[in-house]
């Protein structure tokens, strides 16, 4: 733990994601892979498929239950194991609504207004945007505090969420008087913190680009990862000896640093076996690693999602869990903010 503020909390990690897609190399290099490590470090883990998070954009309703289970099956996938991880949608345990809306009372407009990602979701026409869209960041907030988890591992673009998180638990510990929540910290690491689009370097890839080709999806069979890689865009030159000369090359950047972060190395140490060489050769290599690791993911998910009462059963059986831990904590921020709860049963 590194922040004084949190020394009186156990150590606990949260994290979502949204089931709005298909799950991407961003998601799996960026989140899931490292949900997988944090699991492995036996430190407690719980992790949500952000269904109401979801639905602040239109979503297809039978779309939105498939896309969740399929997500929860790249979860276990990945290594995610539903008896050491939570592991459950967000919209079977209640609490998430109900301590969102006292941090909707917290959090103050001015700070929404700066959110880049709603910005960006919004674009030109934000008046035709759900209120929900709106307030997406304090239901994030009330996610990460209803467990007073301690970390949030996240890709790079979730960072200014989180510490919105930390203003917002810092405000309510101040206007209440006490000592209640923690300050999250966000844990953004390793190689692949914002991987790109395969099309535009300079773009992240997204499960809701319109182009397919600009991102893996985890579903992706062997010869669709090896095509993208291959039809990746890039540039001449070969690959250089240090990261500083990447600077200006974002796709060539992205793709040593997706091969980095597929391989747990580091970039420096995939120029240093690299360096001279061209996409030519660069390439083939990146395609055989992303196969070797991915395939097998998919595969599992594939076997996984041919049973989606089991996922059910297993998406309900964490929400059990996670609400047993919430459940006090929502009561007792109940009681400081000063809601009578006489109710039996
Ligand atoms: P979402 O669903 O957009 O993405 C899930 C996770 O994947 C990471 N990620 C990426 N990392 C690297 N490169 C990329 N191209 C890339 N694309 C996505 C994201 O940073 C994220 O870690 N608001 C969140 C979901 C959320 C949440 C939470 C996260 C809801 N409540 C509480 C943490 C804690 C989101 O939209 O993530």
Same mark, same amino acid.
């Given at each position: 733990m590194t922040d004084a503020a949190n020394a009186g909390f156990t150590p606990r990690i949260f994290s979502g994601i949204q089931p709005s897609g298909g799950l991407t190399l961003?998601? @799996?290099?960026?989140? &899931?892979?490292?949900? +997988?490590? !944090?699991?492995?470090?036996? $430190?407690?883990?719980? @992790?949500?498929? +952000?269904?109401?998070?979801?639905?602040? #954009?239109?979503?297809?309703?039978?779309?939105l239950r498939d896309q969740t289970r399929e997500a929860a099956a790249g979860f276990i996938a990945a290594g995610i194991d539903p008896k050491r991880s939570i592991l459950f949608n967000q919209s079977q345990v209640p609490g998430h609504a109900e301590l969102g809306w006292i941090l909707n009372c917290v959090a103050r407009l001015g700070w929404m207004n700066r959110m880049?990602?709603?910005?960006?979701? *919004?674009? !030109?026409? =934000?008046?035709? *945007? /759900? &209120?929900?869209? @709106?307030?997406y960041p304090a239901l994030m907030a009330a996610d990460i505090l209803l467990y007073h988890a301690t970390m949030v591992p996240v890709g790079e673009?979730?960072?200014?969420? #989180?510490?919105?998180?930390?203003?917002?638990?810092a405000k309510f510990n101040h206007d209440f008087k006490v000592d209640f929540f923690p300050l999250p910290e966000p844990v953004i690491e390793g190689a692949a913190t914002r991987v790109m689009s395969l099309r535009d370097g300079t773009k992240k890839m997204s499960k809701s680009d319109p182009s397919d080709a600009s991102r893996i999806n985890l579903t992706d069979? *062997?010869?669709? $990862?090896a095509q993208k890689i291959r039809?990746?865009?890039?540039? =001449?030159?070969?690959?250089?000896?240090?990261?500083?000369?990447?600077?200006?090359?974002?796709?060539a950047r992205n793709l040593v640093n997706i091969y980095a972060a597929l391989a /747990?190395?580091?970039?420096e140490t995939v120029l240093e076996r690299f360096a001279g060489h061209g996409f030519g050769a660069f390439k083939p290599a990146l395609a055989e690693l992303a196969v070797a690791t991915l395939s097998p993911i998919s595969t599992e998910m594939k076997r996984l999602m041919a049973d989606p009462a089991e996922i059910d059963r297993l998406l309900g059986q964490g929400a059990e869990r996670a609400d047993a831990l919430a459940r006090p904590i929502l009561e007792r921020t109940q009681d400081i903010v000063g809601m009578i709860r006489s109710r039996r049963g």
């Open positions: 961003g998601n @799996y290099l960026g989140a &899931l892979k490292r949900f +997988v490590e !944090k699991q492995d470090e036996g $430190i407690e883990t719980i @992790y949500c498929l +952000v269904d109401m998070h979801a639905i602040t #954009v239109w979503q297809d309703p039978a779309k880049t990602q709603f910005k960006d979701k *919004a674009g !030109k026409n =934000a008046e035709a *945007a /759900s &209120l929900g869209l @709106y307030a673009d979730q960072k200014q969420h #989180v510490e919105l998180t930390r203003d917002i638990a069979d *062997a010869d669709a $990862i039809k990746a865009r890039t540039d =001449a030159e070969p690959l250089p000896e240090t990261l500083a000369e990447l600077k200006d090359r974002p796709e /747990s190395e580091a970039p």
